[in-house]
């Protein structure tokens, strides 16, 4: 069936760090993909998007490019800050019964040390 | 804007109690819905509502009741709670069910059932 796949945690890096979040898909069609940031006691927000193959979504120094040929989203943040320290979701939607509906990952949990 | 407000943050109930979950919104969105986040386990979709007088079921829907009377309003009820049942509850709403549609968090209810 339709799914996502992240990468297990937590990841703990040093601040400045490189950061990857791995996240793959299976789904059927051609859907959107997300990344949701969960910081602590707070509820999720969306990070960024890509609507079709080959784009980038960005936003607050994160990236992800969609790539269809390996059914791939992964999070990139070339330096990363204690602040960023939030649990990340991968989230692609998907078309049943004639509404989309999200199907979401795990979530990676992510800490940063100063 | 408030955005999406759910009460009450937190709830302590014993097994067979009844309560309901409110969760209002104020951006004119039709779309609304309810998930249950479980350590591991990311979102599960509850209930959801393309707008008022419409509701359907999501990935997990029993032992939970919704109605959606208003365009703002959503309130999901738990019938007889279940320790089953004892998980963080996030209420969440977009501008339609779109495939691309950002969805809107709240700040989520811990639910504890004994």
């Known amino acids: 069936g339709d799914s996502v796949t992240q990468m297990e945690g937590p990841v703990t890096l040093s601040e400045e760090a490189f950061l990857t979040i791995n996240c793959t898909y299976t789904?059927?069609?051609?859907?959107?993909l997300f990344w949701y940031v969960q910081y602590p006691g707070e509820g999720l927000q969306l990070l960024l998007k890509?609507?079709?193959a080959d784009d980038k979504g960005s936003n607050k120094g994160f990236e992800a490019t969609y790539r269809k040929e390996t059914t791939s989203f992964h999070l990139e943040k070339g330096s990363v800050q204690v602040s960023d320290s939030a649990v990340y979701f991968c989230?692609?939607?998907?078309?049943?019964?004639?509404?989309?509906?999200?199907?979401w990952g795990a979530g990676t949990k992510l800490i940063i040390k100063p | 804007n408030a955005g999406v407000t759910q009460t009450p943050k937190f709830q302590v109930l014993k097994t067979g109690q009844s309560m309901t979950l409110q969760c209002a919104q104020d951006?004119?969105?039709?779309?609304m819905s309810w998930y249950r986040q479980d350590p591991g386990m990311g979102l599960r979709l509850i209930h959801y509502?393309?707008?008022?007088?419409?509701?359907d079921q999501g990935e997990v829907p029993n032992g939970y009741n919704v109605s959606r009377s208003t365009t703002e309003d959503f309130p999901l009820r738990l019938l007889s709670a279940a320790p089953s049942q004892t998980s963080v509850y996030f209420c969440?709403?977009?501008?339609?069910?779109?495939?691309?549609?950002?969805?809107?968090f709240g700040p989520g209810t811990r639910l504890t059932v004994l």
């Open positions: 969440a709403s977009s501008y339609s069910a779109g495939s691309y549609n950002e969805q809107f």
């Open positions: 989230a692609l939607t998907l078309l049943m019964d004639s509404n989309y509906q999200l199907i």
């Open positions: 509502s393309v707008g008022a007088g419409i509701t």
């Open positions: 951006m004119n969105h039709e779309y």
């Open positions: 789904a059927t069609g051609y859907p959107s």
């Open positions: 890509a609507t079709k």
